[in-house]
């Protein structure tokens, strides 16, 4: 199979790496793509939102799969274009993706098949959710309705706080059109798991559990940025709540979207909080999570193109997912001063250290050529992932892997997967 993945960061990296594990592949594409997915896959300079330079592209080049990893096409219709013009395609249409795109539609879809979720009032009338904040307890949550980078979420701790967010949020549009709504939700505390699952409109399959670090610094200190850095399994996901959330959210999600008539063919990324009355949903995405695929996917026994197939024919109910019995910690490398501002175009050295070593890898996320050799090119740079028996083992050797790479202004955080020591 001729395969193309759309997108160009260490999730892509990532999905490529399980394509060329696939039997089936003949050959595989990406576009963008980036430096590291340069080495397995060729490279097309396409953005990821010009639909019709992909569409025509996968029709000259007879490309049986196109994956389409990242938000931003998959809420804009990429599925559907391609779809459109005979190409087939694994992701949602826009009709499912507005799960991720809309927080009112995904918190409304929750209300009204009572899957479990923070309490909430949507509003499109920033007077209105003014007046509602005059009588809510604190903190409280702010999210922008729509596509903000992961960056549309803002925790109030007190009154004066919340109003100047929904005056950021919807007068100042500091996330664009994605503040003409907003959703003000309650409050919730404790332990967050990231679970990512096949779905194919009908039936899903679970993967291994993750947990990202969303903060930029030590101690869940700093600014929310894309994510620096994950684990798998979380060992706090027990055998216990996967039950109750197979249960009260993940079939429940599926049903719901097939009875509103967007049946959801994907990945559903399931954001949980572990609360103590129960795991409830923060957050759904609807694609694969950047770096948790960095963790999940290479403890996957499936070939992925086996899955893929499934989720579009709506025949996953034949599928087993199976995962490794063994953990993974991925590190971050980011550029210093992300996700705010920061130099790029530095040569990255010791990339080499990572061939032929089967339990490692160096997921690549801004990196570019310049001259021959690579460098940084955006502020999350590279994922550095290993598997070990254990978490702990996974977490030793992610660290130690980080020290092979050097670069100007290489930044990480020290503690991912600290919460291991909790468990
Ligand atoms: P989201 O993009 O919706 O996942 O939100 C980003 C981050 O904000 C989450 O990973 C949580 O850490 C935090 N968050 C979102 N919603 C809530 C909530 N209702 N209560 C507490 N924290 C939240
Ligand atoms: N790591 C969080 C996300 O992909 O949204």
């Known amino acids: ?19 060329k594990r696939s039997k089936r592949l003949t050959k595989l594409y990406c576009a963008p793509g980036n430096a590291g997915i340069a080495q397995i896959a060729e490279c097309v300079p396409i953005g990821v939102m010009e639909f019709d330079k992909l569409t025509a592209f996968a029709k000259e080049n007879a490309i049986d799969l196109v994956v389409v990893a990242p938000d931003d096409p998959l809420a804009a219709g ?8 005979g190409i087939r395609a694994f992701g949602p ?27 909430y009032e949507n509003f499109d009338d920033p007077a209105k959710a003014l007046a509602y904040l005059e009588n809510c307890s604190y903190p409280i949550v ?61 039936s899903i399959r679970i993967m291994t559990s993750a947990q990202d670090h969303k903060r930029a610094k030590d101690g869940d200190q700093g600014l929310n940025t894309g994510g ?23 079939q429940k999600t599926v049903d719901a979207m097939a009875s509103e008539g967007r049946p959801f063919k994907g990945v559903i990324f399931f954001g949980l909080m572990l609360t103590k009355d129960g795991p409830k949903v923060l957050e759904y995405n609807a694609r694969f999570g950047d ?15 086996d899955v893929f197939d499934a989720c579009i024919d709506g025949t996953l109910d034949t599928v087993d997912l199976e995962f490794e019995d063994n953990a993974a910690v991925c590190v971050v490398l980011a550029s210093d001063g992300y996700p705010v501002s920061y130099q790029k175009g530095f040569a990255i050295n010791g990339l080499d250290a990572f061939e032929g070593k089967d339990d ?64």
């Open 228 to 250: 620096m850095g994950t684990f798998s399994p979380s060992p706090f996901y027990t055998d216990e709540i996967d039950a109750i959330c197979k249960e009260t959210i993940y």
């Open 93 to 119: 249409d826009k009709k499912a993706a507005i799960l991720e795109g809309s927080k009112a539609f995904s918190k409304d879809l929750m209300k009204k098949y009572g899957i479990p979720t923070a309490a």
């Open 360 to 423: 490692y890898f160096c997921f690549h996320a801004g990196t570019k050529f310049s001259d021959g050799s690579i460098v940084t090119a955006g502020g999350r740079v590279l994922g550095i992932t290993a598997k070990g028996a254990d978490l702990k083992e996974a977490r030793k050797k992610a660290y130690e892997a980080t020290e092979w790479v050097t670069f100007e202004n290489k930044y990480m955080r020290h503690d991912i997967g600290k919460a291991i020591d909790e468990a």
């Open 291 to 305: 770096p948790e695929a960095q963790v999940v996917l290479p403890r996957m026994k499936n070939d992925i193109l």
């Open 1 to 19: 199979m001729k395969v193309l993945v759309v997108g160009s960061g260490g999730r892509e990296h990532a999905i490529c790496t399980a394509l």
């Open 142 to 202: 702010l999210k922008a309705d729509g596509l903000a980078l992961g960056k549309g979420v803002l925790i109030c701790k007190d009154h004066d706080e919340a109003v100047a967010g929904v005056k950021e949020i919807m007068e100042d549009k500091k996330f664009g059109d994605s503040g003409n709504r907003m959703v003000i939700e309650e409050f919730m505390t404790g332990r967050e798991v990231s679970v990512l699952s096949f779905c194919d409109g009908k």
């Open 78 to 85: 990429l599925v559907d274009e391609l779809t459109a013009n």
